[in-house]
C-alpha cells in the first residue's frame, strides 16, 4: 500500500515568488495534516482537515498562506508571496479520524529555500 | 502557556546499551502520548502510542513510561545499535484543538559501535 505521498520533495524559488506543495495522503485516511518543520525543531501543525473541511486553521498564517482539500482526498498548500523566514519542510500527514488516537503517516516532506 | 520538552542536547551512547530519552509537558492534559522516529531527510515514523491510563507500553527492545502525575514520558531503548541513530520525537494529543498532535523538539540519539 502506498503511503503519504508529498511533490515536489525540493523547491527553490525567490522571495515573493508563489509556490505550491501537493498531498496525496493513504486511502480511506479521512483526517489530513499540514505541519511545517523548521531545522532542529519538531513539527508544528499549520491545518488540519477533516474530509474536505478545514477543522483547525487557527496556526495557518492566512496573510500569505492557502490551502484547500477538494473532494476531501488531495490538498494542496500555497504560499503566495514566499518570504525568507518560510524555508523550512512542510510535512503532510494523514491519519484515519480525530478521536481515533492513532498513529499519524507522513509523507516525506516538501523542502522550501527561498532566497 | 503549553510546552513539550524534550534533552535539548544530543544523546551520546555506545552499542548495546540503554538509551533513555525525556519527555516533560506543561499545560496538557493529554489522552495519550506517541513517540515517532525521524531519520534526516525523512518524515517521521510512529513508534509506540501510550495511553493515559497505561503506566507503560513495550514493543521489542522500546519501552515507554508514562507518569501523568509528573506529566512525564520515558522511552527507552534497550541494546542499542547503531541503526537506532536517529532524532525521536514526542507527542501529545491537545484536546484544545481537536485532539491534533503537538510534538516536541525531539532529541537526536547517536549509537556508536
Known amino acids: 500500500e502506498a503511503g503519504v505521498v508529498q511533490s515536489p520533495r525540493y523547491k527553490i524559488i525567490e522571495k515573493k515568488q508563489p509556490v505550491a506543495f501537493w498531498c496525496n495522503p493513504i486511502?480511506?485516511?479521512?483526517?489530513l495534516y499540514w505541519y511545517l518543520q523548521n531545522l532542529g525543531q519538531g513539527p508544528e501543525l499549520l491545518i488540519r482537515?477533516?474530509?474536505?473541511?478545514?477543522?483547525?486553521d487557527s496556526q495557518l498564517p492566512k496573510d500569505r498562506f492557502s490551502a484547500e482539500r477538494l473532494k476531501g482526498v488531495d490538498s494542496t498548500l500555497k504560499i503566495q508571496p514566499a518570504e525568507l523566514g518560510d524555508s523550512a519542510v512542510y510535512l503532510c500527514?494523514?491519519?484515519?479520524?480525530?478521536?481515533?488516537?492513532?498513529?499519524?503517516?507522513f509523507g516525506e516532506g516538501s523542502r522550501l529555500t527561498v532566497l | 502557556s503549553q510546552k513539550i520538552e524534550q534533552n535539548s542536547e544530543a544523546l551520546n551512547i555506545q552499542e548495546g546499551k540503554t538509551a533513555t530519552l525525556t519527555c516533560n509537558y506543561t499545560?496538557?492534559?493529554?489522552?495519550?502520548l506517541q513517540w515517532y522516529r525521524q531519520d534526516p531527510g525523512r518524515g517521521p515514523v510512529f513508534l509506540l502510542l501510550?495511553?493515559?491510563?497505561?503506566k507503560e507500553k513495550r514493543k521489542e527492545r522500546l519501552k515507554v513510561t508514562f507518569d501523568t502525575t509528573l506529566k512525564q514520558s520515558l522511552f527507552h531503548i534497550t541494546a542499542s545499535q547503531p541503526a537506532d541513530s536517529a532524532t525521536y520525537l514526542c507527542?501529545?494529543?491537545?484536546?484544545?484543538?481537536?485532539?491534533?498532535?503537538?510534538f516536541g523538539k525531539g532529541t537526536s540519539l547517536l549509537v556508536t559501535p
Open positions: 500527514a494523514s491519519s484515519l479520524g480525530t478521536g481515533n488516537t492513532g498513529e499519524l503517516f
Open positions: 486511502s480511506g485516511h479521512n483526517t
Open positions: 482537515y477533516e474530509n474536505e473541511e478545514a477543522v483547525d
Open positions: 499545560n496538557y492534559s493529554p489522552a495519550y
Open positions: 501510550i495511553r493515559e491510563n497505561e
Open positions: 507527542a501529545l494529543d491537545n484536546s484544545n484543538s481537536g485532539y491534533a498532535l503537538n
